[in-house]
């Protein structure tokens, strides 16, 4: 078992992913002086040594995605401002911006960003799975007032708006404000959603974006694809 940290000036921001051919690590960074995410690159032959960092053109990045063309990536930048200095606090939530974004992994480059409507902008974007058809689905974190009920889930076709998923507003009641996962099915024509705090998982249609089902799992979050079937881990054992 090997362990390794982020340099002194960044820290690790969620999730993370290897190169197709497996030599490298990229893992969401925030570079909290900068007050910008980054994703750090760590050669695996070398201990996993960092050796550069791609800017996620964003604040708080939580999970990036290597898309199926091998050479894409997408980007949930959260938009939650945080620093060391002060230990869970959320530092900017009357101006949070998240975003999705695409990067170039082998230039590095920003090649397309897209935001939600704002009066969404408390709509924290933190997980994401790709379909069938290359749209990147995702789930959301709501930062806005408790008792207020927004769209938590919606999917994204390169050079078009966002579009926010619809359903009962009692379904995304059931979901607590907050998204824990997603993942798609191994055909790529359904996605899962997972919400710990409502204890709950959703499973979509990707053709008509529609939910097809809804379980209830006590404390469900880890979701997973294999053989046709979702499968899902949860905290109580």
Same mark, same amino acid.
Request: glycine share 12%; charged share 20%; net charge negative.
């Given at each position: 078992?090997?362990?390794?940290?982020?340099?002194?000036?960044?820290?690790?921001?969620?999730?993370?992913?290897?190169?197709?051919?497996?030599?490298?690590?990229?893992?969401?960074?925030?570079?909290?002086?900068?007050?910008?995410?980054?994703?750090?690159?760590?050669?695996?032959?070398?201990?996993?040594? $960092?050796?550069?960092?791609?800017?996620?053109?964003?604040?708080?990045?939580?999970?990036?995605?290597?898309?199926?063309?091998?050479?894409?990536?997408?980007?949930?930048?959260?938009?939650?401002?945080?620093?060391?200095?002060?230990?869970?606090?959320?530092?900017?939530?009357?101006?949070?911006?998240?975003?999705?974004?695409?990067?170039?992994?082998?230039?590095?480059?920003?090649?397309?960003?897209?935001?939600?409507?704002?009066?969404?902008?408390?709509?924290?974007?933190?997980?994401?799975?790709?379909?069938?058809?290359?749209?990147?689905?995702?789930?959301?974190?709501?930062?806005?007032?408790?008792?207020?009920?927004?769209?938590?889930?919606?999917?994204?076709? $390169?050079?078009?708006?966002?579009?926010?998923?619809?359903?009962?507003?009692?379904?995304?009641?059931?979901?607590?404000?907050?998204?824990?996962?997603?993942?798609?099915?191994?055909?790529?024509?359904?996605?899962?959603?997972?919400?710990? $705090?409502?204890?709950?998982?959703?499973?979509?249609?990707?053709?008509?974006?529609?939910?097809?089902?809804?379980?209830?799992?006590?404390?469900?979050?880890?979701?997973?694809?294999?053989?046709?079937?979702?499968?899902?881990?949860?905290?109580?054992?």
């Amino acid at each position: 078992m090997l362990a390794f940290s982020a340099p002194e000036d960044r820290h690790f921001q969620g999730h993370g992913f290897f190169s197709n051919d497996g030599r490298l690590l990229f893992a969401t960074e925030n570079d909290f002086d900068g007050e910008r995410g980054v994703m750090g690159i760590y050669d695996v032959k070398l201990g996993y040594r $960092r050796i550069g960092e791609i800017d996620t053109a964003g604040i708080g990045p939580h999970e990036a995605l290597l898309l199926s063309d091998g050479r894409t990536v997408a980007i949930a930048n959260g938009g939650i401002l945080t620093h060391p200095d002060f230990p869970r606090q959320k530092l900017n939530l009357a101006t949070m911006a998240p975003s999705l974004v695409y990067a170039d992994l082998a230039r590095g480059d920003i090649i397309e960003s897209v935001s939600l409507s704002p009066e969404l902008h408390q709509l924290s974007i933190r997980h994401m799975a790709e379909d069938g058809n290359g749209r990147i689905w995702f789930g959301g974190q709501f930062e806005g007032a408790r008792d207020e009920t927004v769209a938590l889930a919606g999917w994204h076709e $390169r050079g078009r708006d966002i579009q926010l998923c619809s359903a009962p507003e009692t379904l995304w009641q059931s979901m607590n404000n907050y998204v824990g996962s997603v993942a798609a099915s191994s055909d790529g024509r359904r996605v899962a959603m997972s919400s710990p $705090r409502g204890g709950t998982v959703l499973v979509w249609d990707c053709a008509s974006g529609s939910v097809m089902e809804q379980r209830r799992i006590r404390d469900v979050c880890g979701l997973a694809s294999r053989s046709g079937a979702f499968l899902s881990s949860d905290g109580t054992g």
